[in-house]
């Protein structure tokens, strides 16, 4: 009998040690990690199952036992809600606290850039800008604005194929506040601005209609507003600077836009002479009569709705103040021209 006690006395040992040593082997793996300040970052893939994670997780040295951790999924009802994303934290965090980080979808925010493209930016003037600043090639993107087939789908039969248009996507990239992601390329940055102008089109009551109605095409219609926006600077004369540009082509007279001059030459001047406004170019419009073969620039929106709504009058002609104001003189006759360009002369004294 003494030796049967004995014999269930070391059994009974035995099973307690095991026991002790499995809950203190589960217990163990429980626990976290060592602490470290080391940043520690992680992708869980969009599908990726417990199993899965639980290996990363170890893999990463952020967990101790990937089969523990998966056994404390399951007693907790926890790993269905887990987050796909980029991860980044520290060793040391417990069980509860990773998977509150994956519930949440705790991914580190990814680094952005932001730039503004002002109203009335040239193409030239955009590549620039955003070269200056760290954000693009200047030429590659230059060279890709001078692409029709890199526009927003929806726009790409819109751009004529015509070889005197001096930049394919001048007056499709909107000017606006852009924030995007690090790293965005040219091609997706002209993308995300022809989608923009698009954006913005649909953001004005009936504009295909109104357009129509003129008898216009898009580019034929941002054409108009590119003038409009580099004629006006005070927004209350944009309609009707935009009505007296709608007069001179309906009546067949040359537009005669200093504007249009400047972009036709290499480098834009402070100063036109009477010797620039002979400059060879279709988008002389002191030379050619109509419309110049695209837009001047990347027109507002200000402008876009000014060019669909013009404002109705007998004007023919302006002339900016030489005040300050950067406001005009309008005139129905050329004779009343002449006299405004003296008053703006005077003026300036």
Not at 2 to 29: C, D, E, H, Q, R
Not at 83 to 101: L, R
Not at 158 to 169: F, M
Not at 294 to 319: E, R, T
Request: proline share 4%; charged share 25%.
């Amino acid at each position: 009998m003494k030796t049967v006690m004995k014999i269930f006395g070391i059994i009974l040992l035995f099973i307690v040690l095991a026991v002790g040593g499995v809950a203190w082997y589960i217990w163990s793996g429980l626990q976290p990690v060592k602490k470290s300040d080391e940043v520690v970052q992680f992708t869980i893939e969009q599908g990726m199952g417990t199993t899965q994670i639980a290996s990363l997780l170890h893999e990463k040295a952020l967990i101790k036992n990937e089969l523990i951790f998966i056994g404390y999924l399951k007693w907790k009802d926890q790993g269905s809600r887990f987050q796909a994303g980029n991860y980044a934290t520290t060793p040391g965090k417990s069980n509860d606290e990773i998977i509150a980080m994956l519930n949440n979808g705790d991914v580190v925010k990814e680094e952005m850039i932001r730039f503004t493209i002002p109203e009335g930016y040239t193409v030239v003037q955009i590549a620039d800008k955003l070269d200056k600043e760290g954000f693009v090639d200047g030429a590659t993107f230059l060279k890709l604005a001078n692409q029709s087939s890199q526009a927003n789908e929806t726009l790409l039969g819109v751009i004529p194929k015509n070889a005197e248009i001096k930049h394919a996507l001048e007056g499709y990239l909107f000017p606006e506040t852009y924030e995007l992601k690090k790293g965005i390329t040219e091609a997706e940055i002209i993308k995300t601005m022809t989608s923009q102008l698009e954006q913005k089109l649909n953001s004005i009551d009936n504009w295909e209609e109104k357009m129509k109605q003129r008898g216009l095409t898009l580019h034929e219609l941002l054409t108009i507003s590119s003038l409009v926006e580099r004629e006006v600077v005070v927004d209350t004369e944009r309609r009707l600077v935009a009505g007296i540009i709608y007069n001179r082509l309906n009546k067949g007279q040359k537009l005669e836009i200093d504007a249009t001059v400047q972009y036709s030459l290499d480098k834009p001047k402070e100063r036109l002479f009477y010797k620039d406004l002979e400059v060879e170019s279709p988008y002389n419009t002191y030379l050619k009569k109509g419309l110049p073969p695209g837009p001047i620039c990347n027109p507002s929106l200000a402008s876009i709705k000014a060019a669909l709504d013009p404002q109705p009058s007998d004007y023919f002609f302006y002339v900016t103040k030489k005040d300050g104001t950067q406001t005009h003189l309008f005139a129905k006759t050329y004779k009343e021209h002449l006299v405004n360009i003296e008053k703006s002369k005077s003026m300036s004294k």
